[in-house]
């Protein structure tokens, strides 16, 4: 039929990359690098703390990869990135000055807004920790405007802990409580050993007046969940990032269904209680 | 000695501890310092002692060829070291060691042990205290094994 | 818009309307016989249609077999659906150019003709207005699929043959086109030299009408076409009670069916291809061999492939029992969720074209006796 009323008005094709260069690329762990992008000549826009840009290596393919940068500094885009498919491998040897594609940022990001007033418990696993870092850059920001902040971090071993020197340098300040584990460590670490979960019931928090926000494994967000659960934040006061396989992250692929949601539209950060009996169900 | 009973009591394994087993468990207990670096215990010996920790935090530690000592778990104030005193053959399985200067309470197990033989109703009350430390540590070696974190995801 | 009043044109006539969409510029597509099916495709005039033929389906069972009359759409739906044009199987996003360090990203040019469709089914019609719910209607746009929807012509056909897996009317989706079509025809096969009974469902479908050679449809004409719909609504191959079954299949995500019916799915992804609602996509990278121009390209994807969940560690949905799961109860259950309403039409296409013939209605059924049990 010919009645243009009923289309969406025309807009950018979401599946067209503007062409971004890197700016600066640091190694951040075994495999993990964090990668600094400037789009061409484009507005930069802004992002939300948990969004995501789909990034394209050109003749090699396209992934999805969290902001893991400063939300006050829109223009510096950064991408912390685990080489570990070919086409992250290869996102991660893009040199300084070498272009790349960029969509986004894609999705729903984490409830500051609600934040505001509560205190504030992150729980962030391995990698994790990059989708969470946007959030405590704007926590610290405006630090007056919630009660407790307070990060709990677990990761694999002492030389995988992410960002180690920005948390060395928050650990100095007095107003916020960051507990890091590791699952395993040699002799001359000394921190704690242990999974992230056995950090929770310590954690200076009030579970009627907190938020809690979540991400790592799925298998660590879930136990996590039910430490939570434990220590009395109730499910409304937990939201979570998740992950699934994604190609287009507008909603139009279908590869990224979670059961009844579209994890790229309509998340990647979820409220728990709208994904509950999901994770309980195997591969759904 | 009322000193010492205070701090069990307060010690949050023995949260709400009825009095007379207040009093046996004080019994086997006496007050222990480790500097750092110290040795709690070693594997494979006998665990005739286990420790409430009141300060310092202690790291449990396995030895592997080539990887040397490994921590898979570090403990602070208010936990427990050790949960083998209960269950024979009453071994250590892993050496627990001071990251820094430590305080805690160290109760005689042989004793604690007769006392729980005696009477059934401490015995039961001691392995309702033990055995949610040994499920936590159980689903944690769990997660561990995993390695959620790893390169495979 | 009026359409009280319903029109009538000859095969000659249909013949004209043919003639006249491509000399406005249309590429005008509709079912022809190929490969001993029949499939959508160009066709030039109603000769290229499959007059004559009609269609034996049943559970993996298609057959072509003659009709003894001359009936121009007198078959139900075959392999092919409308979304072959308006979502390609195979497309082409964009390129990008690499001169030194500069690269330019351009986007892949619309078609220049527009599509008419010729013998669009009822429950192609309402696959259709799902397509566009999907890929339309959210915050962002499929640009493709809006390029190839907009100023699509689309002449319906009401069913005059209910296929042996059709089951539009469960799903309330047919047999009579009810909305979304410029014109729409209903075949009088008996009446000789070819008459349709044509009801007007556009100011372009009117226009587009008015130069042809047509006459007012006699009440006669007019009850004889309502009397083939009610006909054909009484003749479907299969049914399904599909008030509740979302509800029914979300609380049997453990069913032990699931098990049943992976013992017999190949995962082969046949029906998720023939679905005309079935949407997803992959993309691929292509790239010269030297480097400088690449490009991305889009093709169908199928929920029932191991790669389709596949995310850091391994595959979400590994085993067969899981994917048949997600399959059906994305469209019978969470499209719902997704996308405000059920995607299935009843058309039969995964019933006909499944190699095991595992049918859908079939499925349901079991999962909802064993709770009466």
């Not at chain 1, 223009?75 to 000055?97: I, K, M, W, Y």
């Not at chain 2, 040795?39 to 990887?67: I, M, S, T």
Request: net charge neutral; with cysteine; glycine share 10%.
């Amino acid at each position: 039929m010919g009645d243009a009323a009923a289309f969406a008005a025309d807009r950018a094709d979401p599946m067209v990359p503007r062409v971004a260069r890197v700016r600066r690329r640091r190694r951040d762990g075994p495999l993990v690098w964090t990668l600094e992008l400037e789009a061409d000549g484009a507005d930069p826009g802004g992002f939300a703390p948990g969004q995501f840009n789909m990034l394209t290596v050109f003749g090699v393919g396209e992934v999805p990869i969290s902001l893991s940068g400063d939300p006050a500094a829109p223009d510096r885009l950064v991408h912390t990135v685990r080489a570990v498919g070919p086409v992250s491998a290869a996102l991660a040897r893009v040199e300084p000055g070498g272009a790349v594609g960029l969509r986004g940022p894609f999705g729903a990001g984490w409830p500051m807004a609600e934040a505001a007033g509560r205190d504030v418990v992150l729980v962030a696993g391995g990698l994790g920790l990059a989708p969470l870092r946007p959030a405590l850059y704007r926590l610290l920001a405006e630090r007056e405007r919630y009660g407790n902040v307070v990060l709990l971090y677990g990761t694999r071993s002492p030389d995988e802990i992410l960002f180690r020197r920005e948390i060395e340098t928050w650990r100095r300040r007095l107003d916020i409580d960051i507990e890091v584990t590791v699952d395993h460590a040699a002799g001359d670490w000394h921190g704690h050993v242990g999974v992230v979960t056995t950090l929770i019931p310590r954690a200076a928090f009030d579970p009627l007046h907190a938020l809690a926000l979540v991400c790592g494994p799925e298998v660590m967000m879930r136990f996590a969940i039910s430490a939570l659960r434990d220590a009395g934040l109730a499910e409304e006061a937990v939201y979570l990032s998740m992950e699934r396989n994604m190609k287009c992250a507008v909603g139009l692929c279908g590869h990224c269904q979670f059961g009844p949601v579209l994890v790229c539209r309509d998340g990647p950060v979820f409220r728990f209680d709208r994904l509950r009996g999901l994770l309980r169900t195997k591969e759904i | 000695m009322e000193g010492l009973e205070r701090i069990i009591r307060e010690h949050p394994f023995f949260a709400g501890l009825e009095e007379r087993f207040t009093a046996l468990v004080c019994g086997c207990a006496k007050n222990v310092r480790f500097e750092a670096a110290q040795y709690l215990f070693h594997e494979g010996g006998p665990a005739d002692e286990f420790y409430l920790l009141r300060h310092g935090r202690v790291a449990l530690e396995l030895r592997a060829p080539g990887r040397g000592a490994v921590t898979f778990q570090t403990l602070r104030e208010s936990e427990i070291v050790g949960v083998s005193w209960l269950i024979p053959p009453y071994r250590w399985t892993y050496d627990a060691k001071a990251l820094e200067l430590v305080r805690a309470i160290a109760i005689d197990a042989a004793c604690l042990r007769r006392k729980c033989e005696a009477d059934h109703d401490l015995g039961y009350d001691m392995m309702k205290r033990v055995m949610p430390v040994l499920v936590q540590r159980l689903q944690a070696a769990r997660l561990q094994i995993l390695d959620v974190y790893g390169s495979h995801g | 818009m009026e359409t009280a009043t319903r029109r009538i044109l000859t095969s000659e006539g249909l013949d004209g309307l043919l003639a006249a969409l491509k000399r406005r510029g249309y590429r005008t597509v509709g079912p022809t016989v190929r490969d001993q099916a029949i499939v959508y495709d160009d066709i030039g005039s109603i000769a290229d249609l499959p007059g004559g033929w009609t269609d034996e389906q049943d559970g993996g069972h298609y057959r072509l077999v003659r009709r003894g009359d001359a009936a121009l759409f007198g078959y139900a739906v075959g392999p092919h659906s409308w979304k072959k044009f308006l979502h390609p199987p195979t497309l082409r996003l964009w390129r990008a150019a690499r001169d030194g360090d500069a690269v330019q990203v351009v986007a892949e040019a619309p078609p220049e003709q527009p599509f008419a469709f010729i013998g669009v089914r009822g429950c192609e019609l309402r696959a259709i207005e799902i397509q566009d719910r999907v890929l339309l209607a959210g915050q962002h746009a499929d640009t493709p699929y809006r390029e190839r929807r907009r100023g699509a012509f689309i002449v319906a056909v009401n069913c005059a043959k209910a296929g042996g897996t059709c089951f539009c009317t469960s799903m309330n989706a047919g047999p009579k086109a009810a909305a979304g079509f410029d014109l729409a025809l209903t075949e009088l096969a008996d009446r000789p030299g070819g008459v349709f009974v044509v009801e007007i469902g556009s100011e372009a479908g009117r226009l587009m009408l008015a130069d042809l050679p047509q006459r007012a449809a006699t009440e006669g004409e007019i009850a004889a076409a309502e009397g083939v719909v009610e006909r054909t609504a009484a003749a479907m191959g299969r049914a399904m009670r599909s008030d509740d079954v979302r509800e029914l299949l979300l609380r049997n995500l453990d069913h032990p069916r699931w098990d049943a019916v992976a013992e017999r799915c190949l995962t082969c992804g046949n029906c998720t291809m023939v679905c005309p609602t079935c949407f997803c996509t992959s993309v691929e990278e292509s790239s010269d061999l030297a480097g400088g121009e690449t490009g991305r390209s889009r093709r169908w994807d199928s929920c029932f492939t191991m790669d389709f969940s596949y995310i850091h560690g391994g595959a979400v949905r590994a085993s067969a029992r899981s994917r048949y799961r997600q399959w059906m109860t994305h469209k019978l259950a969470t499209w719902f969720d997704q996308f405000g309403s059920s995607g299935c039409v009843g058309c039969g296409r995964c019933i006909t074209w499944c190699p095991v013939g595992i049918d859908i209605t079939e499925e349901v059924r079991a999962i909802r006796d064993s709770e009466q049990r």
